[in-house]
Each structure stands twice: as C-alpha cells, then as structure tokens.
C-alpha cells in the first residue's frame, strides 16, 4: 500500500520510480522499432510501439469505446488529453520522442506495479521487458506458470527476456 501510494505521489510529481530509468528502455526501442521514433505497425506507433490502450493507459489518450476500432482504426477513436508536450495527434507523438519515454514510463510504471515484490526470480530489467512484451496479465500468466500458453510466443518471450536473469 505504501508503495503504491508512493508511486502514485512519484507521478503526479512528475518523478518516475528507480525501474522506470533503467536500460530496459534502450533494449525494448532497439527491438520494437529498431529504435526509430517514427516507425509504426497497425495501431502501435513510435520508438517504444505504443498502442493506444496503452497509451491511455499513460494518462495522454481518452479512447471511446463505443466507436472503437470502426473503420479498422483504432485512432479515430482517441482525444488526446491536455499534456505537456502539446501533443494533438498520432504525428505530433511521433514526433516528439521525449515524450514517448515520458508516456513509456508512466505505463510502465502502472504494469510494473502489479507484480508483488520478490514473487518472481527476475530481474527489474527482465520483467519490464516481459511486461512490454505480454503486457501485466500474460507476462503474470509465462512467470506463473511457465508458458503464455502457445509455445512460439512462449519461445518468443523467453529469446526476447533472456531467461529469467
């Protein structure tokens, strides 16, 4: 409890915990987008391939949920909140790759905080880089039990993290 309301001062603060700072990121930009701020793939988008949901997830996106997904676009369906960095569209994320660490960070910081400490025999650096990977729940689901459940990302996964080290 302490540490979650910590985390969440820490945010509102505009700091960002110790995890957040670590090597994880430069790994996960190097392969999600061979660390290019423009890149894009279906609805992931930027140095970090954020999705919209996780995007909101961040705090920068509102997605309406009644028009999610019309037309094969996630993105029509998102407002972008008052930020900090002036940011009004997908292009205008792209284009600024402070803040999609900034953004990175802060969703990171949230999935992160899921996990109880010490369950795990894994480093920060190898559960941030799961957590992107699978995202909160599956990356609880590999850790649990072993598998995602489909052997290829299960191998994907353990290739990508490098083990449980």
């Known amino acids: 409890m302490i540490k979650r309301m910590m985390l ?6 505009g700091v960002t915990p ?6 994880y990121l430069d790994d996960i930009a190097k392969v999600a987008s061979g660390d290019n701020q423009y890149a894009e793939n279906g609805d992931s ?3 970090y391939m954020m999705t919209p949901r996780q995007l909101e997830i961040a705090g920068l996106l509102k997605l309406d949920e009644k028009s999610l997904g019309k ?3 996630v993105w029509s369906s998102a407002t972008f909140k008052d930020n900090q960095f002036q940011i009004k569209s997908r ?4 284009g600024n790759k402070k803040a999609q660490t900034y953004y990175m960070k802060k969703y990171m910081a ?3 905080d899921t996990f109880p400490g010490g369950k795990h025999d894994v480093s920060e650096k190898r559960l941030a880089e799961c957590v992107w990977y699978l995202g909160d ?7 649990d039990k072993g598998s995602t459940g ?4 299960d191998d994907q996964v353990t290739y990508f993290i490098g083990g449980n080290k």
Do not use: P
């Open 110 to 112: 949230q999935a992160m």
């Open 91 to 94: 292009k205008d994320f792209e």
């Open 8 to 13: 969440v001062i820490g945010l509102s603060l």
């Open 71 to 73: 037309n094969g676009d």
């Open 18 to 23: 110790a995890f957040a700072q670590d090597s």
């Open 45 to 47: 988008t930027g140095t």
């Open 150 to 153: 489909n052997k290829s990302v």
């Open 137 to 143: 729940y599956g990356c609880k689901r590999f850790l």
